[in-house]
Nanobody, 127 residues
Framework: QVQLVESGGGLVQVGGSLRLSCAAS????????MGWFRQAPGKEREVVAA????????YYADSVKGRFTISRDNAKNTVYLQMNSLKPEDTAVYYC????????????????????WGQGTQVTVSS
């Protein structure tokens, strides 16, 4: 099994920044894509960002483009989400997800494609 542990969430004011981390452990794959999703109360889980195994291909939801940056450190089995210029609508539980892949550029963007999930970390943006 794969364990994913998110950290870095918290309470921040509008316009502030947070950096989320997600560390993978346990069963390891030769290649895996990673994604960040979020779920606000009463809403469906939505993709925030995704990154390929190589790190060379990334995807962002329109709502976070230009404000969030996804990155990864394969030596540490960790993916990051740098969140800047935070807005109240960014308030949600943020989840990281992992999928074994066979292509260095593949980066799934829907939750149904991912195999393993973290427990989530709360991000609250106050106005």
């Amino acid at each position: 099994q794969v364990q994913l542990v998110e950290s870095g969430g918290g309470l921040v004011q509008v316009g502030g920044s947070l950096r989320l981390s997600c560390a993978a452990s346990g069963r390891t794959f030769s290649r895996y894509a990673m994604g960040w999703f979020r779920q606000a109360p009463g809403k469906e889980r939505e993709v925030v960002a995704a990154i390929s195994w190589s790190g060379g291909v990334t995807y962002y939801a329109d709502s976070v483009k230009g404000r969030f940056t996804i990155s990864r450190d394969n030596a540490k089995n960790t993916v990051y989400l740098q969140m800047n210029s935070l807005k109240p609508e960014d308030t949600a539980v943020y989840y990281c997800a992992l999928k074994q892949v066979y292509s260095g550029s593949y980066h799934p963007t829907t939750q149904y494609e991912y195999d393993f999930w973290g427990q989530g970390t709360q991000v609250t943006v106050s106005s």
